[in-house]
């Protein structure tokens, strides 16, 4: 059964640092997001992707989180300058078209600013 | 703000009880509706999408009730394995971002 994949699984770094998270959705797929839970808490909406732009964002996703799908198989969160209340569990989403858009998701990468 | 609304548990039941989840979403406009599973630490993993009409698969049963909207979620004959936190979700009108609710935790004893 085809899955999302995220890595790295874990990332540690440092206030201020830039980390990118990486993600290669379902292969035929056409609709991309990203996720985030901070520990004890609802699973959030950061950013949805489709046709190679943004399609809707949340207050979350500020000037400092970025996305891009580079290639044909990955898609990518940027942060640029980390903060504490970055930390947190990102889980990558997709979904193909039609229907009910039941969106299926990575194992997440478990992000943690020091 | 557009929320999703669960009572967070634990619900605590022994293997083989019937236990039932409910929700309340805000947004008027959401068209689809789900219960996702997670389990500590992990993603959310879909259970089951939720349909008008109310559906079933095996021992689980969903219900939508648009008017008030309210969405449970009925498990037959529980299983150890069912342990879980539920999800309740909502997308919204333009069905690119999805709602979730905080969750109810399902503890199943032996």
């Known amino acids: 059964e085809p899955e999302v994949t995220q890595t790295p699984s874990h990332q540690v770094t440092q206030m201020g640092q830039e980390v990118i998270l990486r993600c290669v959705p379902i292969?035929?797929?056409?609709?991309f997001y990203w996720y985030r839970q901070i520990l004890g808490q609802k699973v959030e909406f950061l950013v949805s992707f489709y046709n190679n732009e943004i399609s809707e964002k949340s207050e979350i996703f500020d000037d400092q989180f970025s996305v891009e799908r580079p290639d044909g198989s990955n898609f990518t969160l940027k942060i640029r300058s980390t903060k504490l209340e970055d930390s947190a569990m990102y889980f990558c989403?997709?979904?193909?078209?039609?229907?009910?858009?039941?969106?299926?998701f990575g194992p997440g990468t478990r992000l943690l600013v020091l | 703000r557009k929320e999703v609304e669960q009572d967070p548990g634990p619900f605590n039941v022994p293997e083989g009880a019937t236990v039932a989840f409910n929700c309340t979403y805000s947004n008027s406009a959401s068209q689809s509706f789900f219960w996702y599973r997670q389990d500590c630490r992990k993603e959310p993993k879909l259970l089951m999408s939720v349909y008008s009409s109310g559906n079933e698969d095996g021992r689980f049963t969903a219900q939508l009730n648009r008017a008030s909207q309210y969405i449970s979620l009925l498990i037959r004959d529980s299983k150890l394995s069912d342990s879980a936190t539920y999800l309740c979700?909502?997308?919204?009108?333009?069905?690119?971002?999805?709602?979730f609710g905080g969750g109810t935790r399902l503890m199943v004893k032996p």
């Open positions: 979700v909502a997308d919204n009108n333009a069905g690119n971002m999805l709602t």
């Open positions: 292969s035929n797929h056409l609709y």
């Open positions: 989403a997709s979904n193909g078209a039609g229907g009910m858009k039941t969106q299926y």
